[in-house]
């Protein structure tokens, strides 16, 4: 059985700084790609930041320069660092792996991120 549970989430000031954490079972984690996606109330789940099993890494654009992506495989985990937290970047934070077919595809239950002005 695959499991994903998010770690790390809370509230933060303006400018501040979190860290994500997502630890793994149940897969071959390093044959997974892993992301990040977030949904903020009343909006759709949108992609933040992705990492392949190479680690080549992807952004939204909202993120690019603030938030840091990264994977250990000998953890079976990912981790999301955000820093210079803005209160747009309040969400609901999930992780979600993503095998080679379309059927390999999981998400967490998330957990919430709340930047406060």
């Known amino acids: 059985q695959v499991h994903l549970v998010e770690s790390g989430g809370g509230l933060v000031q303006a400018g501040g700084s979190l860290r994500l954490s997502c630890a793994a079972s149940g897969i071959s984690f390093s044959s997974y790609a892993m992301g990040w996606y977030r949904q903020a109330p009343g909006k759709q789940r949108e992609l933040v930041a992705t990492?392949?099993?190479?680690?080549?890494?992807n952004y939204a654009d909202s993120v690019k320069g603030r938030f840091t992506i990264s994977r250990d495989n000998a953890k079976n985990t990912v981790y999301l660092q955000m820093n210079s937290l803005k209160p747009e970047d309040t969400a609901v934070y999930y992780c979600?792996?993503?095998?080679?077919?379309?059927?390999?595809?999981?998400w967490g239950q998330g957990t919430q991120v709340t930047v406060s002005s």
């Open positions: 990492i392949s099993g190479i680690t080549y890494t």
């Open positions: 979600n792996a993503a095998g080679w077919r379309p059927g390999l595809n999981y």
